[in-house]
T-cell receptor
Framework: AQSVTQLDSHVSVSEGTPVLLRCNYS??????LFWYVQHPNKGLQLLLK??????LVKGINGFEAEFKKSETSFHLTKPSAHMSDAAEYFC?????????????FGKGTKLSVKP | EPEVTQTPSHQVTQMGQEVILRCVPI?????FYWYRQILGQKVEFLVS????????KSEIFDDQFSVERPDGSNFTLKIRSTKLEDSAMYFC??????????????FGPGTRLTVL
């Protein structure tokens, strides 16, 4: 069965410093992995996705993630945090339970950005 | 940019009452989903829907739940007799393609359901 584990429930950084949000996955298959972000009172927005092409995936708003099979990791990074990055971030793996592919979410990491 | 919308944003109901949560998926999408997130817990898959029938459902999606696409734009989740443990944020999502390596599910802002 597929699963993801987000290693930090809360990460706090200062504006202008790097962001690292950690995610490990478990999958019997070559996984499809995603990062979604949720700002307060907003829907879940796709940041980026990995679908077995390039291992370094670039997303919106300067975020990127690297798929490392040897470490079963898919950590999300950004070189320089902005105040608008404060939100909750979800690491997600696609399940294989059906032809339409339900998404399996991690518990989320809340990112705080200090001025 | 087209987006998924959900109404209401917050629904308060008494235990045992029926509720209907409404979603308007992106107009050219064919696959529809409901997820829920109980406070402090993970977002969980409930059901997927395609071509006017359920494609897949989780163990959570028991006989108290039903989904419907009553017209060309709305996608609804009905909970027949709400329980306290149904209190959660419910997310609707849609995608243009079936599940697989290339699709993306687009989510609405959610409906917060509170059962008293």
């Amino acid at each position: 069965a597929q699963s993801v584990t987000q290693l930090d429930s809360h990460v706090s950084v200062s504006e202008g410093t790097p962001v690292l949000l950690r995610c490990n996955y478990s999958s019997s298959y070559s996984p499809s992995l995603f990062w979604y972000v949720q700002h307060p009172n907003k829907g879940l927005q796709l940041l980026l996705k990995y679908t077995s092409a390039a291992t370094l995936v670039k997303g919106i708003n300067g975020f990127e993630a690297e798929f490392k099979k040897s470490e079963t990791s898919f950590h999300l990074t950004k070189p320089s945090a902005h105040m608008s990055d404060a939100a909750e971030y979800f690491c997600v793996v696609m399940g294989y339970g059906g032809s339409q592919g339900n998404l399996i979410f991690g518990k989320g990491t809340k990112l705080s950005v200090k001025p | 940019e087209p987006e998924v919308t959900q109404t209401p944003s917050h629904q308060v109901t008494q235990m045992g009452q029926e509720v209907i949560l409404r979603c308007v998926p992106i107009s050219n999408h064919l696959y529809f989903y409901w997820y829920r997130q109980i406070l402090g817990q993970k977002v969980e898959f409930l059901v997927s829907f395609y071509n006017n029938e359920i494609s897949e459902k989780s163990e959570i999606f028991d006989d108290q739940f039903s989904v419907e696409r009553p017209d060309g734009s709305n996608f609804t989740l009905k909970i027949r007799s709400t329980k306290l443990e149904d209190s959660a944020m419910y997310f609707c999502a849609s995608s243009p393609l079936p599940g697989g390596s290339s699709d993306t599910q687009y989510f609405g802002p959610g409906t917060r359901l509170t059962v008293l």
